[in-house]
Nanobody, 120 residues
C-alpha cells in the first residue's frame, strides 16, 4: 500500500503565503496537487511531469510546484493567497490511466489531504 503524506496546511490571511509538502515514497515522473473546496469537486492545481510544470489558470503566477527527487518530496509554494483558495489540498502520483494532468482519475496514489484556510 503506497501512502502519500501531505503537510504544511493552515490558516492564513489573504495575501499571505504557505508551502505545502508531500512525501512520495515511489519513483514516478507524474505528480500533482489537487484541491477540493467545500461542496465542490476536486480540481487540479498544479503538476510536475518530466515534460514540465502545469498550472490551472486560477493559480498561475501565484503558485509554484517543485520536486526534490532525492528527498522524495513534492512542494507547492502558494503566494498571494485568496479566500477562494480555501480548500483541502491533496497530492497525487503515478499515472495509471490516460488523460490530462488535471483529471483526478489519472492518478493511482493519493494523500489524505491538508487543509488550507484563507481569511479575507
Amino acid at each position: 500500500q503506497v501512502q502519500l503524506t501531505e503537510s504544511g496546511g493552515g490558516s492564513v490571511q489573504a495575501g499571505g503565503s504557505l508551502r505545502l509538502s508531500c512525501l512520495i515514497p515511489i519513483s514516478t515522473t507524474s505528480v500533482a496537487w489537487f484541491r477540493q473546496p467545500p461542496g465542490k469537486e476536486r480540481e487540479g492545481v498544479a503538476a510536475s511531469y518530466s515534460s514540465g510544470q502545469y498550472y490551472s489558470d486560477s493559480v498561475k503566477g501565484r503558485f509554484t510546484v517543485s520536486r526534490d527527487i532525492g528527498e522524495n518530496k513534492l512542494y507547492l509554494q502558494m503566494n498571494d493567497l485568496k479566500s477562494e483558495d480555501t480548500a483541502m489540498y491533496y497530492c497525487a502520483a503515478y499515472r495509471h490511466k490516460p488523460g490530462t494532468w488535471y483529471e483526478p482519475s489519472v492518478y493511482q496514489y493519493w494523500g489524505q489531504g491538508t487543509q488550507v484556510t484563507v481569511s479575507s
